[in-house]
Nanobody
């Protein structure tokens, strides 16, 4: 069984920054990712990183503003968000896969999810 502890989030003005964290424990994991869901919209992929190695991938709308990283020593995944915009407002979810692919962009590829944390960006 994998335990997931998600933290961070909050409210900022446009142009501000926030960092999300997600601590995993319980088994070996592979692809790690962040997703978000805005009100009235479907959950969408944000970023993914390989737990082993340095491979990352981002959705186009966050490239150059968001950075996904992880610290294997403390089994923690991060999402550093800069220059936040109102369209980034959403509930953000961390996710992890136990299946072996280094990165993954579809939510069906993930097995374990955080509880979600609200990010609100005001103009």
């Amino acid at each position: 069984q994998v335990q997931v502890e998600e933290s961070g989030g909050g409210s900022v003005q446009a142009g501000g920054a926030l960092q999300l964290s997600c601590k995993f424990s319980g088994r070996t994991l592979f692809a790690m990712g962040w997703f978000r869901q805005a009100p009235g919209k479907e959950r969408e992929f944000v970023a993914s990183i390989a737990w082993f190695g340095s491979r990352t991938t981002y959705t186009d709308s966050v490239k150059g503003r968001f950075t996904i990283s992880r610290d294997n020593d403390v089994n923690t995944l991060y999402l550093q968000m800069r220059n936040l915009q109102p369209e980034d407002t959403a509930v953000y979810y961390c996710a992890a896969s136990g299946r072996g692919a280094p990165v993954a962009t579809r939510d069906s590829e993930y097995d374990y999810w955080g509880q979600g944390t609200q990010v609100t960006v005001s103009s």
